[in-house]
């Protein structure tokens, strides 16, 4: 049986860590005991966020920093021309292990850049994902998890089907995975589902195209051969993984790549020099004090994910995964990902400092790009990178949204909502926007009143009850904190996790 257990906590004030306020962050979270890959896809996709098993979702109207979303179309991704140069970069390393000057000029302009955190300079040398320390993440607040017995509860119910009212079964919810049922949608530019070659009226031929057609007139006039000579396009322009891959035998310096999941085997045999690395990665580039083994685990191994691996999913399955980066044998940087339904979701990246220079935040981006775009020729329902939150108010943020088809997530409607420097403008004016301009558009997963009686509700290690059953065995109501915990999450979500009220 596939279940989430959750225990909701309300919301709380904190800390924040892209303007240091203090007690102005604010936003609702949960602790989940453990949470099947699709409900968190579609948790994220109602703007919730985890760090370890803690998951949050920012009150954007409230907070210091309000927090959008982010993703990446790969199928329509497009290089800049600062990306080909952090490829060629790399390539040129791994062919000679050379550095020259200019780049070592540019590793120093990057960390300087880091330290004033300037993000319209941090394209080239910045980390993609890993910019900010551990410490900046919204943490969960300091009260005692309740004792539930995960592996209890799941044989107790092992029978159970769950297919009451609102309620799916696990067969449909793994045969659902390439569709997406939260009805979020995308918002398209006009004309954008039209191919580039489709015209109301014929184009122009162009004079070149008049000379060789009378030419061709010309030649079957006297009865010669009219055979058009077939060039292929000039120019081509060489696709994501013909730019990482452009690798040689020769190479002085091999880049191979490990793909883990956080409990696996392989994961602990690692742990060691994962662990160092990301300290030396935590205080050089942070100055942060280095933080113990159980707290790089708890953040950055511990998850609530568990790993399933349908017949119509990828082959590494979905979950929680270390994405290790090897230059011939040493660790050199790790990316901490979730592989959901629909997406890769980036959770961390670290790396060893030594090789600053080779801008590894924005090729790991690049990397995660390619894995979702390989994920996808297998799994087309998986085509999308979640870079986690945009932070438009937080200068050296805005970097995640120069990656190109890059979507934010309406915090109203839950639509997607192409990046397009007019909304820029507009975060520029006010820092909270609502992004569907259609003022009727709704939340179609809105959780009403009526929706009360479906929510599900974990009594005891082995019994979990709706809302009506709950009032009527334990006499009590709790009814506004179940029902903000319901319009957090939604409908579906709401009848589908199991909250814990022990």
């Known amino acids: 049986m596939d279940f989430t257990i959750i225990d909701y906590y309300g919301p709380q004030k904190s800390r924040c860590g892209y303007c240091k306020g203090v007690k102005c962050s604010i936003s609702s979270g949960m602790h989940a005991y453990t949470m099947t890959p699709k409900d968190y896809q579609d948790l994220i996709d109602r703007g919730w966020r985890r760090s370890g098993h803690y998951c949050y979702k920012q009150d954007n109207t409230k907070t210091c920093c309000p927090s959008y979303t982010i993703k990446c179309d790969v199928l329509n991704f497009k290089m800049s021309k600062s990306h080909k140069k952090i490829i060629k970069r790399m390539n040129r390393f791994l062919r000679d292990g050379k550095r020259d000057k200019n780049e070592e000029e540019e590793e120093v302009t990057a960390n300087v850049a880091n330290s004033k955190t300037d993000g319209d300079n941090m394209e080239d040398g910045s980390n993609i994902i890993g910019d900010c320390s551990i410490r900046d993440e ?50 398209e530019t006009p004309d954008s589902s039209k191919k580039s070659t489709d015209y109301v009226n014929p184009p122009c031929k162009k004079a070149k195209q ?19 000579e077939c060039k292929g396009p000039k ?30 085997e392989d994961f602990f045999k690692t742990l060691p020099i994962s662990y160092a690395l990301y300290k ?32 119509d999913g990828p082959s590494s399955g979905y979950g929680s995964f270390h994405q290790q980066y090897y230059l011939d044998d040493q660790l050199i940087a790790v990316a901490v990902i979730d592989i959901l339904p ?38 087309p329902a998986l085509k999308y990178y979640y870079m986690g939150f945009y932070i438009h108010s937080c200068p050296k943020m805005r970097y995640k949204g120069k990656l190109s088809s890059s979507y934010l997530l309406c915090p109203e409607a839950y639509t997607w909502h192409p990046l397009t420097d ?81």
């Open 280 to 311: 030396k990665y935590q205080t050089r580039i942070h100055n942060d004090p280095p933080n113990e083994e159980q707290e790089y685990l708890d953040f950055l191994q511990r998850s609530p994910l568990k790993l399933s691996k349908p017949s």
């Open 138 to 187: 919204v943490q969960a607040p300091n009260i005692p998890l309740k004792d539930v017995n995960v592996e209890a509860f799941a044989k107790a119910n092992e029978k159970d089907i769950l297919n009451e009212e609102g309620r799916c079964q696990p067969s449909c919810e793994t045969n659902s995975m390439g569709t997406n049922n939260n009805k979020t949608k995308m918002k």
């Open 342 to 379: 629909y997406c890769v979701s980036s959770v961390y990246f670290f790396y060893d400092p030594d090789y600053s220079f080779l801008s590894l935040g924005t090729y790991s981006s690049l990397r995660e790009i390619e894995l979702v775009q390989d994920l996808a020729r297998t799994v």
């Open 210 to 228: 008049m000379r060789l057609e009378r030419k061709l007139a010309k030649q079957a006039a006297k009865g010669l051969p009219t055979v058009v």
């Open 422 to 502: 007019e909304i820029r403008l507009k975060l520029d004016t006010c820092k909270y926007q609502r992004f569907n301009e259609d003022p009727n558009a709704k939340d179609d997963n809105e959780f009403k009143d009526s929706d009360m009686d479906l929510v599900l509700l974990m009594i005891d290690q082995r019994t979990y009850v709706k809302y009506r059953q709950y009032r009527e065995i334990t006499g009590t109501d709790d009814r506004d904190l179940i029902f903000e915990y319901g319009k957090l999450v939604g409908k579906p979500l709401a009848h589908r996790m199991l909250y814990v009220k022990m």
């Open 235 to 264: 120019n081509q322009e060489k696709s994501l993984k013909e730019f990482l891959n452009a690798s040689n035998p020769d190479d002085k310096h091999k880049l191979k790549f490990k793909v883990i999941h956080v409990k696996s």
